[in-house]
């Protein structure tokens, strides 16, 4: 048999047990992860390339996982409630809300640029909102796959034998390379041992070549001379959504314009990256770019099935006659009123 289909296996059956919904169980693994966390500091840190300071690890890395552990630690109560909805008169005596439930078994593969933010930041949402989770971190950042690998498993709740809750797979693949035949190299860091590719700039880039078809995710950068903010505005907008759209420009008119008339997954003006560490603004793509947001209750929700109830009380059933046909000029009329806005909030 396939272990990793006997693994799956294992992991459906233990949702499908009931034993992961409970805030009890979800808070416990969160704790776990904070575990994890605090007390492999040290080789989180080392696991990362030698390019990245320990200032930089904890910045952008380690820090932000922590903190986002410690939001869904104070907010999981909250999350987890259900969420009474607006009525109109013809439901006043009902129920509405809505439920936030698992969706079961979840899938996050993380990219390589922030091997421990991008991997752990949208389990602590996969693990609030109640999943089991396949997770499978970067092959190219090595030092962090083989600490996620070896050590996470010891801390979490793990389903079964296998390491259940977490599960690592490895498929090696490069594809930046074939990136930098593309136009002509301008600037070209020297590259350290573990990158794949070195940080590279280049210009003369056309349109049509491979690096300007589909999302990098490599240390490089194509440049494309445009002659005006029109032009560079129709350029974005005949291509998918990107993930992130960056604006630099000495004119708030001109990040103004960038932000009015593009659309894209995150947008920064005269800013880049900060936005990683407010768990206020959600972080993920639209379109071509991803579809789905996480930071903070963002994870909680992307994890969740918004569950619509509606609950007719008991004893009632003669006044729930109004519903049925025949539907008498009366009841139309009655009807119609009822279902008119007439500022009626009550819950």
């Known amino acids: 048999m396939d272990p990793f289909a006997d693994t799956l296996r294992r992991l459906r059956e233990a949702f499908s047990s009931g034993r992961?919904?409970?805030a009890e169980f979800r808070a416990a693994q969160l704790k776990a992860l904070r575990r994890f966390l605090q007390e492999n500091k040290q080789l989180l840190q080392e696991a990362l390339p030698p390019s990245i300071s320990v200032f930089e690890a904890d910045l952008s890395e380690l820090i932000l996982c922590q903190n986002e552990v410690d939001l869904a630690l104070r907010n999981l109560p909250t999350w987890m409630k259900d969420e009474p909805v607006t009525k109109n008169l013809f439901?006043?005596?009902?129920s509405a809300f809505i439920r936030k439930e698992p969706f079961g078994l979840v899938l996050i593969i993380a990219p390589w640029n922030?091997?421990?933010?991008?991997?752990?930041v949208p389990l602590v949402g996969a693990l609030a909102a109640g999943n089991c989770v396949v997770l499978k971190p970067s092959e190219l950042s090595k030092g962090t796959e083989k600490v996620l690998a070896e050590v996470l498993p010891q801390y979490l709740d793990q389903s079964s034998p296998e390491p259940g809750a977490v599960i690592i797979q490895r498929k090696h693949f490069q594809r930046t390379a074939g990136l930098l035949g593309c136009g002509r190299v301008a600037i070209r860091a020297a590259r350290p041992?573990?990158?794949p590719?070195?940080?590279?700039?280049?210009?003369?880039?056309?349109?049509?070549?491979?690096?300007?078809q589909e999302e990098i995710f490599g240390p490089i950068l194509p440049i494309v001379n445009v002659r005006s903010l029109d032009e560079a505005i129709e350029f974005i907008n005949r291509r998918e959504k990107p993930l992130a759209l960056y604006a630099f420009s000495n004119s708030n008119q001109v990040v103004t314009?960038?932000?009015?008339?593009?659309s894209s997954?995150?947008?920064g003006g005269n800013q880049g990256f900060l936005h990683l560490i407010l768990p206020s603004l959600p972080l993920g793509g639209v379109g071509n770019s991803g579809m789905g947001r996480y930071h903070g209750k963002f994870s909680f929700d992307t994890f969740s099935h918004h569950r619509a109830v509606l609950l007719a009380p008991l004893g009632l059933e003669k006044l729930n006659e109004l519903h049925?046909?025949?539907?008498?000029?009366l009841k139309q009329q009655m009807i119609g009123w009822a279902l008119g806005s007439h500022g009626c909030t009550l819950l």
């Open 324 to 329: 049925y046909p025949p539907y008498t000029d």
């Open 114 to 120: 922030y091997p421990v933010n991008l991997t752990l």
């Open 91 to 94: 439901m006043q005596l009902d």
């Open 193 to 195: 041992s573990p990158v």
């Open 265 to 267: 997954g995150i947008f």
């Open 20 to 22: 992961t919904r409970p």
């Open 257 to 262: 314009q960038m932000l009015d008339r593009t």
């Open 197 to 212: 590719a070195a940080p590279t700039v280049l210009v003369d880039v056309r349109e049509t070549e491979l690096v300007m």
